[in-house]
């Protein structure tokens, strides 16, 4: 399995910004998806997840009500809309998957996923 992120760049504060992972390789019915980013000096912090089957999804305190993750599993692709991108936001951003669907306890723990991107990097500068 293989991930792809894309998506990131250079914002600014305010706008708006959509990533996408899509995954190549051996397909699975039943996949958590995660996306995780590291801020320069900072650990890689847990930022959303969505289970492929059920749609549950869950996001850190940090970016809910301004992110969004979703999921098209025809294209084997999951979103993340980002809105209301601050600096805080600045970060190398990494897909993650795990081939099952992962209890909600564990959805926001790095050892959870199995697989990882190369990551896309956001930048919100003015």
């Known amino acids: 399995v293989q991930l792809q992120a894309s998506g990131g760049g250079v914002v600014q504060p305010g706008d708006s910004l959509r990533l996408s992972c899509e995954a190549s390789?051996?397909?699975?019915?039943?996949?958590?998806t995660a996306w995780f980013r590291q801020g320069p000096g900072e650990e890689r912090e847990f930022v959303s997840a969505?289970?492929?089957?059920?749609?549950?999804?869950n996001y850190a305190d940090s970016v809910k009500g301004r992110f969004t993750i979703s999921r098209d599993n025809a294209k084997n692709t999951v979103y993340l809309q980002m809105s209301g991108l601050g600096p805080e936001d600045t970060a190398v951003y990494y897909c993650?998957?795990?081939?099952?669907?992962?209890?909600?306890?564990?959805?926001?723990?790095?050892?959870?996923?199995?697989?990882w991107g190369q990551g896309t990097l956001v930048t919100v500068s003015s």
């Open positions: 969505i289970r492929s089957s059920d749609r549950l999804t």
């Open positions: 993650a998957l795990f081939l099952g669907h992962a209890i909600v306890s564990r959805l926001r723990e790095r050892g959870t996923y199995d697989y």
């Open positions: 390789g051996r397909t699975f019915s039943r996949t958590t």
